[in-house]
């Protein structure tokens, strides 16, 4: 029995004698399946040829793939005084990265912004001890390997560490989430996937209910977006890939791009 990967989004399956028929989540309208046809792979496979890469982005120390591999987001690490948890997840884990983790302090849970990033979660939950996964309820429908570490929370918000909080913010999915991180004497940190994406000014972010696919959200979920995130005061906003992030007054960008979208889509 075999975990196979999804090669189009880097999502891994529950173990099966063969590969499934087709990717659930590359089949859905919000991503794609790959030109020459659905293809899998394996942890193990991965890991012949391609390397995790750990880089720190303006302190804030972030976990990719290379070479670039499926979607090709980056996890990052938000480290606090209880304990650190992962935001997002990439598709391979190693003893190496394990290691490198572990030397920043205990790792206490993983965070997962929405479905096309699950990748291997049970595979780096497992790598350190089988700690909790945080998914929101909405999005249970997603999960392609089910396992006990997963945590399918509900409401509008989740304390999971005492400077750790999710916030449902619904748009790309409908239990789309992102985590505000409260560091002491440093501006607090919006970590937020694709929910919401720094575009490449770095100045502003857009949102999106399929990026491959170029479709935008409608104005009821941005607004929802920008009431989910109104009373959270935070000064960065990490997006979910390299170097894509706003470093100063990042409330205010997130302010000034929820009225420019809403400007351009409206009637």
């Not at 390397?51 to 996890?75: C, N, T, W």
């Amino acid at each position: 029995m075999t975990h196979f990967m999804c090669r189009q989004c880097g999502v891994q399956y529950a173990a099966s004698d063969a590969p499934p028929k087709s990717c659930v989540i590359c089949e859905d309208e919000r991503q794609y399946v790959r030109w020459a046809g659905q293809d899998w792979t394996t942890l193990e496979e991965l890991g012949r040829d391609h390397k995790v890469i750990i880089k720190d982005e303006d302190g804030v120390l972030s976990i990719g793939v290379e070479p670039h591999f499926a979607i090709g987001q980056r996890a990052l690490l938000a480290e606090t005084p209880a304990g650190n948890v992962l935001w997002d997840c990439v598709s391979l884990v190693n003893d190496e990265t394990v290691a490198a983790l572990k030397a920043r302090g205990e790792l206490k849970a993983i965070g997962i912004s929405h479905p096309h990033y699950y990748s291997v979660i049970v595979e780096w939950s497992r790598a350190f001890g089988g700690i909790p996964i945080y998914i929101h309820a909405d999005d249970r429908k997603w999960v392609t390997r089910p396992d006990p570490a997963i945590v399918f929370w509900e409401g509008e918000t989740k304390s999971i560490l005492p400077d750790l909080t999710l916030i449902r913010c619904g748009g790309h999915f409908e239990g789309g989430t992102v985590c505000h991180w409260k560091r002491g004497g440093k501006p607090n940190v919006l970590l937020a996937g694709d929910i919401l994406q720094v575009v490449m000014d770095r100045k502003h972010v857009s949102f999106m209910y399929s990026y491959p696919n170029t479709w935008p959200l409608n104005a009821r979920a941005i607004k929802r977006i920008a009431r989910a995130l109104e009373s959270h005061d935070y000064g960065q906003v990490y997006s979910a890939f390299w170097n894509m992030r706003i470093l100063e007054d990042g409330k205010g960008a997130v302010a000034r791009s929820v009225e420019r979208y809403l400007k351009a889509i409206a009637d």
